[in-house]
């Protein structure tokens, strides 16, 4: 018994350790880079706040709701900065649309921060 309860005692040791690291982890992945400019940094703190439990951090999207995958060239070059902006509006699909939610600047910063994903696709 006595040994049973050390065994409990080291494996939840070890999984505290592993959801530490993890938070850790993803604490520090939304620094990178996007500090540089301040602008940058704030449409990057909206995308993590409205569009990154769809759309994921790095723009590839939750695999399960379909969303298109923003990092590729291919989809960067099929969507005008315009048809960005009217999706972020009006939604699509299972997207909801932002504009109650969202002020005009802050679309037309979303749509800068959706350009930069292909970058950060590009240098991984
Ligand atoms: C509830 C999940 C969800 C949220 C939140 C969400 N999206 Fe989406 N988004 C989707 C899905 C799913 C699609 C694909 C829609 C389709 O083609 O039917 C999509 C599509 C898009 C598209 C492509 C539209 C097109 O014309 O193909 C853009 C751009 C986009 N989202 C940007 C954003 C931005 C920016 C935010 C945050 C303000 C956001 N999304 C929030 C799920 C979401």
Redo the contacts with the bound molecule.
Sequence with gaps: MKRQLSILIVLLAIAGGISLAVSAQTKKAPAKGKAATGKASGAAAL?MQ??K???AEDGKGIES????DMTTEKWQAA?TDK??AD??NEG?????G?KDT?KPAQVTA?VKH?RTLKVAGETK
Excluded: D, R
């Design positions: 995308w409205h569009c439990k769809c759309h709701l379909e969303p298109p969507n048809a960005i999706a972020i699509k699909g299972i997207m909801p932002f969202l979303l959706v």
